[in-house]
């Protein structure tokens, strides 16, 4: 094969297959989804996203699990400073 020429590429015709029933309004006639609709889920995404983390927050289990794991980082926090003192000599 030359350097100069592009290689053949073997390739059949397809008819276009029956158009699908998109819902009006929410995409266009090609099935391109409409601004309005992406904004839409978006919004909706961002809506339960806060929504659940407000009711996780509301739980007394989530309380319980925030004060152990601020306890463990509390706990991580006074390990690494004994391990310092102890490097510098002082402990």
Same mark, same amino acid.
């Given at each position: 094969?030359?350097?100069?020429?592009?290689?053949?590429?073997?390739?059949?015709?397809?008819?276009?297959?029956?158009?699908?029933?998109?819902?009006?309004?929410?995409?266009?006639?090609?099935?391109?989804?409409?601004? *309005?609709?992406?904004?839409?889920?978006?919004?909706?995404?961002?809506?339960?996203?806060?929504?659940?983390?407000?009711?996780?927050?509301?739980?007394?289990?989530?309380?319980?699990? *925030?004060?152990?794991? *601020?306890?463990?980082?509390?706990?991580?926090?006074?390990?690494?400073? *004994?391990?310092?003192?102890?490097?510098?000599?002082?402990?």
């Amino acid at each position: 094969m030359n350097g100069d020429q592009d290689p053949v590429i073997d390739a059949e015709i397809v008819e276009d297959a029956a158009p699908t029933v998109v819902p009006a309004g929410d995409y266009t006639e090609d099935g391109v989804p409409t601004f *309005e609709h992406v904004r839409d889920r978006i919004e909706n995404r961002v809506a339960t996203g806060i929504g659940a983390e407000e009711l996780a927050e509301a739980t007394p289990e989530a309380k319980a699990v *925030e004060d152990r794991f *601020e306890a463990r980082r509390q706990a991580g926090l006074d390990k690494l400073e *004994e391990i310092r003192r102890s490097m510098r000599g002082e402990g």
